[in-house]
Nanobody
C-alpha cells in the first residue's frame, strides 16, 4: 500500500515562508503526476499545485507566484515551497496523486496556520 506522510507545517506570520515535504512510499512518485491539496475550515479540499511526470507544473490562481512545487524522485519526496504566506493559506495540506491515487488513503496532512 502506498503511504503518504506530510510534514513541515506550522504557525507563521503573514509574509513568512514554509517548506512542506511529502514522503511517498516506494517509487510511485516517479510514475504519476503528484499534487498538493489543502482543506481550509469550512471549505472543500482543493488542488493547489501539481507536477506532471514530465515536470510541468500548475497552480491555483491564488498561489501563483508564491508557491513552488517540486519533486525529488530519487527520494520519493514531494515539496511545496510556500513564500509570502497569507492568512487565507491557512489549511491542512495534503499530498497525493493528481488525480488522487486509487485505493490509497489520504495522509494525516500537515497544518499550516498563518496568523499575526
Amino acid at each position: 500500500q502506498v503511504q503518504l506522510v506530510e510534514s513541515g507545517g506550522g504557525l507563521v506570520q503573514p509574509g513568512e515562508s514554509l517548506r512542506l515535504s511529502c514522503v511517498v512510499s516506494g517509487s510511485i512518485s516517479g510514475l504519476y503526476s503528484m499534487g498538493w491539496y489543502r482543506r481550509a475550515p469550512g471549505k472543500q479540499r482543493e488542488l493547489v499545485a501539481g507536477i506532471s511526470r514530465s515536470g510541468s507544473t500548475k497552480y491555483v490562481a491564488s498561489v501563483k507566484g508564491r508557491f513552488t512545487i517540486s519533486i525529488d524522485r530519487t527520494k520519493n519526496t514531494l515539496y511545496l515551497q510556500m513564500n509570502t504566506l497569507k492568512p487565507e493559506d491557512t489549511a491542512v495540506y495534503y499530498c497525493n496523486g493528481d488525480p488522487p491515487f486509487l485505493s490509497t488513503p489520504w495522509g494525516q496532512g500537515t497544518q499550516v496556520t498563518v496568523s499575526s
